[in-house]
C-alpha cells in the first residue's frame, strides 16, 4: 500500500496554500456580504462613539487596498432586510391599533425591517474618559476581571482597541432607514435590554416582552407615518447579572418574609448579587450616535438611567411612552411599581403602602 502521508515539509507548503485560497475565498465572501440598501451616515463628534467600530461595515469598501496586501480586516457590523412574524402584532391589526399598508405591514401580518448586528469594539482611551478613569487603571480593572485572559491589556499600551467578551446589540429599523437620522422625521425608539424568559418564551414576572411588542407597535406606527421606528436591542441578560443570578433572586425574591414584595424588590438582588445592576449605561447611546440621531421623538421606556444616558450625551428626547397598565401581567406589578419608586417616569410614583400591597405570587403557586 502507498504511503500517502505527507512530509512535513510537504505539509506546511500544502497548508500555505489552503490559507491562501481561504483567505481570498473569504474576502470575496466580505464582498458580497456587504450591507443592503444604505447604510448609516457619517459620524463627525469626536468622542460620541468608543465602543464599536462606527466603520465596522464598511470593511470591503473603505479597506479594500489593505485587504487585498493582506491584512487581516474583518467587520464588526452587518446590515441586512428581514420580515418578523409576531402573534401579537396580528392581534394589534385585529384589534384596529395597527393597519396593513402592504409596505411596512404586509397582507400575510410580516413586518418588514432592516436589522444591523454590532460587535463591541472598545477603543481604551475613548473608554476611560467617558467613565472618568486614567486608562491605566481601565486597563488593569479590565485585565483582573477577565481573569488574566488579556494579558495584552497590562503589556501593550500601544494597543488601543479591546474586542471585550460581552455580548452585541442588534437594531431592528421600520421604515426608511434615512428617516433614523433625518430631524425633519420623526422617531419612535425604544431600548431594549435582553430578557430571554419573558422576550423568547413570555414568562410572566417581568413587563419585558409585553414593553418590547408595545415599542414594536409603536415604532410600526410612526414609520407608517412617514417617520421611522427603532429597537435598540442591548444583550444585557438580568441587568447584565445574567440569568444565574437572575433565577436566585426570583427565588429570594418568592421565600422571603412576607412575600415577593415590591418594597423589597431591588433589595433582594443586591443580597444576592452584592449589586443592583451591572449594566453600563454610560456606553449605550454610542449606537445611536452610529446612526446619526440626534432626537427621539417618543421614547418608549420608562426607565430613566436610560433617559439620562441619552439626553446626557446630546440626543434630545421629546415624548415619554410608559407601557400600557393592560399589558402589565400581574405577577410582574411587583416590578413595575419597585421601579416606580426608584425613579422610572411616571405620573404617580407609588406610596410606600402601596408598595408594602403589591405582593407577588407564592413558589408554590407556580
Known sequence: MADLRLSPDEASADETEAEREQAV????????AEPHGSAPPQWSEAGRIVSLDPWGHRIAEDFRQE???GADIRPSIAITKARLTISELDEA???????????????????????????P????????????????????????????????????PDLAVFLPPIGGITLYIFGDPSAVWDTRRTLACRVHDECNGSDVFGSDICTCRPY?????????????????????????????????????VYNARKRQEGGDQAATYFERTECVAGVQDARFQQLMPDVLHWL?????????SMSNMKHDALTGSGIAIGERVPIPDELIPDDARVEMEAKKAAGYFTPKPPTADDLKATVGRKIEEF
Open 25 to 32: 475565498s473569504q474576502r470575496e465572501a466580505f464582498a458580497r
Open 67 to 69: 485587504i487585498a496586501e
Open 93 to 119: 391589526v385585529e384589534a384596529g391599533r395597527l393597519k396593513v399598508d402592504g409596505t411596512i405591514m404586509k397582507d400575510t401580518g410580516e413586518v418588514a425591517v432592516t436589522k444591523a448586528a454590532v460587535e
Open 121 to 156: 469594539v472598545w477603543y481604551l482611551p475613548g473608554i476611560a474618559e467617558r467613565f472618568g478613569v486614567k486608562e491605566d487603571a481601565l486597563r488593569r480593572t479590565l485585565f483582573e476581571q477577565t481573569g488574566g485572559m488579556y494579558p495584552e491589556l497590562v503589556t501593550r
Open 212 to 248: 418590547l411588542i408595545h415599542g414594536i407597535e409603536e415604532c410600526i406606527k410612526e414609520a407608517q407615518n412617514g417617520g421611522a421606528g427603532l429597537i435598540v436591542y442591548n444583550r444585557k441578560e438580568g441587568r447584565a447579572l445574567g440569568e444565574v443570578t437572575k433565577f436566585l
Open 292 to 300: 446619526g440621531v440626534t432626537r427621539i421623538d417618543r421614547f418608549v
